[in-house]
């Protein structure tokens, strides 16, 4: 795909709302900065390790931007969503990746699947269960997070290094603003038997690169499939809005708690 599908998620994501970008008032991350890939100077993570004494499922989240910007700490209503998993007993991580300039589409989704593999290769240490993992994004991370749900295993049994031989699949994926690149990107990878599949958008219309209709494609395919999948709108489009009294926030972390098993 040409670059300007980047550039036109950049200008919709910089002119959207101000929860895309939120002051850092949650807990300190567990880990900071963490490395998760030696390949880039982007590849680093922050990880908030849930209170638990059984090994606990993991929520990753991908920023948007573009492919051309965005940051870690750029997470669509960052203080209820942390604290709400954690108050769970869900950990959560928040990665950077690599941009465009530096790396393809292609590459850039390895960089983040390398993520999963790191975070699942410290399963034992960070008390997380690897098999209750889960991704999310916004925008440009939405397509992440859809690409590893949906793509096959990254893992390379044979690796010499113990992070590439650790599994890159995940059990539950979240999209918010499901953006263009949708039909190239992720729909050619799902198969029948994927993960289960939330959706979130409240964009207008007049949104061409967060228009509805890439939300309604994913949730089509999801039917078509019989993948398990969740669609919900806003007042700003045609699709049925959450039910009354739940928002973005009390969807996902109901969404993720089911899948993982956990109690209501």
């Known amino acids: 795909m040409k670059r300007s599908f980047a550039l036109a998620i950049l200008f919709a994501v910089a002119a959207g709302p101000a929860a895309i970008s939120l002051p850092c008032a949650a807990p300190a991350p567990t880990k900071a900065d963490e490395k998760y890939d030696t390949r880039h100077e982007r590849n680093v993570l922050d990880f908030w390790q849930a209170k638990s004494d059984k090994p606990a499922p993991i929520v990753i989240w991908f920023h948007g931007g573009g492919f051309t910007q965005g940051d870690k700490k750029q997470i669509i209503d960052r203080d209820a969503v942390i604290d709400g998993f954690l108050k769970r007993g869900v950990s959560v991580a928040s990665c950077n990746y690599p941009y465009l300039k530096d790396a393809s589409y292609q590459e850039i989704m390895v960089h983040c699947g390398h993520a ?17 993992f889960g991704v999310a994004g916004v925008s440009a991370g939405a397509l992440i997070s859809e690409w590893l749900g949906y793509h096959e295993d ?17 059990s539950a994926v979240g999209a918010y603003w499901q953006p263009m690149g949708t039909d190239e990107l992720v729909k050619p990878l799902m198969r029948a038997g994927g993960p289960p599949l939330i959706l979130f958008t409240d964009a207008p219309a007049s949104d061409s690169v967060h228009h509805p209709k890439y939300a309604r494609t994913m949730k089509s395919k999801a039917d078509d499939l019989k993948i398990s999948a969740e669609l919900y709108g806003g007042p700003k489009n045609d699709i049925a809005p959450p039910p009354a009294g739940e928002t973005f926030t009390t969807l996902f972390l109901k969404f993720f708690g089911k899948q993982f098993g956990l109690k209501p």
């Open 116 to 132: 999963v593999q790191f975070l699942r290769s410290k399963a034992k240490e960070w008390n997380l269960d690897p098999k209750r």
């Open 154 to 170: 990254l893992a390379k049994p044979g690796s010499a290094d113990p992070v590439e031989r650790c599994s890159s699949t995940v």
